[in-house]
């Protein structure tokens, strides 16, 4: 296994335009879930998965916002009218459900929104 | 949600012991201690967790205190790929939970 793959690894992009992110998680894992870091801080939480059902959404999620896991495989996320504050780097990350739930992260997709 | 409290930056000879400090002094009963770190450029990584006992894993040890409001992640002997920002995190338990990160605390190691 290759560990969560995340694409594109970086993004610029202009205002008000939209994008779309992916994430492959771990073949098997039935969490997924979706983090945005911005330079300087820790990386928040912004949604997640089990299997294809989102269970949790931040406050952080805009209407602007969209996540999805159609077949509880793969999941995009997808941000409509970009803004100068979208700009960050999108983590995902993937769990199995096991007593330990450790979550392994992908590298990352940087968002540069000029 | 319970949180943890961090030094925002600690500094480390090669080769030498590291001990990492995290209170948690509202920490509930149920609330496992996770240690992440995340080298940079890439995304966080899991390093070890613990509820009561101390753990030990191949990366590092996990102590935590008799009343566990607070512990301490211990890396034997540093490496410079030991230079990361290191996360201590509460989460409620075994179910599906978001990881609070917070600010961590910024590891440096010098040759």
Known sequence: ?114 | DAKTTQPNSMESNEEEPVHLPCNHSTISGTDYIHWYRQLPSQGPEYVIHGLTSNVNNRMASLAIAEDRKSSTLILHRATLRDAAVYYCILTPGNSGYALNFGKGTSLLVTP
């Open chain 1, 1 to 114: 296994d290759t560990g969560v793959s995340q694409n594109p690894r970086h993004k610029i992009t202009k205002r008000g335009q939209n994008v779309t992110f992916r994430c492959d998680p771990i073949s098997e894992h039935n969490r997924l879930y979706w983090y945005r870091q911005t330079l300087g801080q820790g990386p928040e939480f912004l949604t997640y998965f089990q299997n294809e059902a989102q269970l949790e959404k931040s406050r952080l999620l805009s209407d602007r916002f969209s996540a999805e896991r159609p077949k509880g495989s793969f999941s995009t996320l997808e941000i409509q009218r970009t803004e100068q504050g979208d700009s960050a780097m999108y983590l995902c990350a993937s769990s199995y459900r096991d007593p330990r739930d450790t979550q392994y992260f992908g590298p990352g997709t940087r968002l540069t929104v000029l």
